[in-house]
């Protein structure tokens, strides 16, 4: 069975940090892909961050280079995303997504329920 559960989210000031976290079950853990997607209001999902399992590659989407940071923790079936300098534009629900790899900012088919992230100004 694939779980995620994402935690994390939260109200910040514009410059702050918040990190996520995505509890992944064994199997979803070993098996897939996992990373992160976003979706602020009036915008479609897009992929902020991934470590590709099919060809050992990180991903990040442009807009978050430099300041968000994907990270795991295998023994735990963790997988974090540090979002460091965080701006009003990073305001989002964000997702875990785990799933084949497909292509970065394609997401798998297992989704988590989401956790809000909203930045003020």
């Known amino acids: 069975e694939v779980q995620l559960v994402e935690s994390g989210g939260g109200l910040v000031q514009a410059g702050g940090s918040l990190r996520l976290s995505c509890a992944a079950s064994?199997?979803?853990?070993?098996?897939?892909?996992i990373g992160w997607f976003r979706q602020a209001p009036g915008k479609e999902r897009e992929g902020v961050s991934c470590?590709?399992?099919?060809?050992?590659?990180?991903y990040y989407a442009d807009s978050v280079k430099g300041r968000f940071t994907i990270s795991s923790d295998s023994a735990k079936n963790m997988v974090y995303l540090q979002m460091n300098s965080l701006k009003p534009e990073d305001t989002a629900v964000y997702y875990c997504?785990?799933?084949?790899?497909?292509?970065?900012?394609?997401?798998?088919?297992?989704w988590g329920q989401g956790t809000q992230v909203t930045v003020s100004s």
């Open positions: 997504n785990a799933g084949r790899f497909a292509g970065w900012g394609i997401p798998g088919d297992y």
């Open positions: 064994t199997s979803t853990f070993d098996d897939y892909t």
């Open positions: 470590f590709s399992k099919s060809d050992g590659s990180t």
